[in-house]
């Protein structure tokens, strides 16, 4: 099974202390021995350097991209096809977010249909699993 990996995870690991952290650190672990089959897209990794650069810890980004990139095996590029599929979703789910429709999107494109993160509202897309990271 691969698991799509959603920007809050290595986000948390990076971050101060916060009861998602240590699920993340768990999570990220296994990514890393190779117990579980993941992959990422170019458009989480656009996530962590704008958020980074946003609050001025452009340090930060270029920390958590790098150790990101190190562990996640697969960064699936965000194509033509991906923002179509992207614009389907925010016409079907009046709920969800671009960002989130493009993860979607991506994963629907790749027939993955896990993701890992700590966003709720992955839970509204159809054929979309979240993992339970408890």
């Known amino acids: 099974m691969k698991v799509f990996i959603d920007s809050n ?5 990076a971050g101060q202390e916060h009861p998602n952290r240590a699920s993340a650190l768990r999570f990220l672990a296994q990514v890393q021995t190779g117990e ?14 704008y958020r980074y650069s ?11 991209y790098d150790l990101f990139v ?4 697969v960064v699936l590029p965000i194509t033509l ?5 992207a614009l389907a979703l925010l016409r079907e789910i009046p709920q969800i977010s671009a960002r ?3 993860h979607a999107a991506v994963m629907r494109n790749h027939s993955v249909e896990c993701v890992a993160t700590f966003d709720q509202d ?13």
């Open 122 to 134: 992955f839970d509204r897309v159809p054929g979309i699993r979240r993992l339970d990271l408890r």
């Open 36 to 49: 579980l089959d993941a992959c990422t897209s170019t458009e989480v990794l656009q996530e962590i350097l």
């Open 100 to 102: 989130d429709a493009v």
């Open 54 to 64: 946003a609050i001025g810890r452009r340090d930060l980004a270029g920390q958590v």
């Open 9 to 13: 995870i290595p986000m948390y690991v």
């Open 70 to 73: 190190g562990v996640c095996p």
């Open 81 to 85: 096809a991906d923002t179509d599929q």
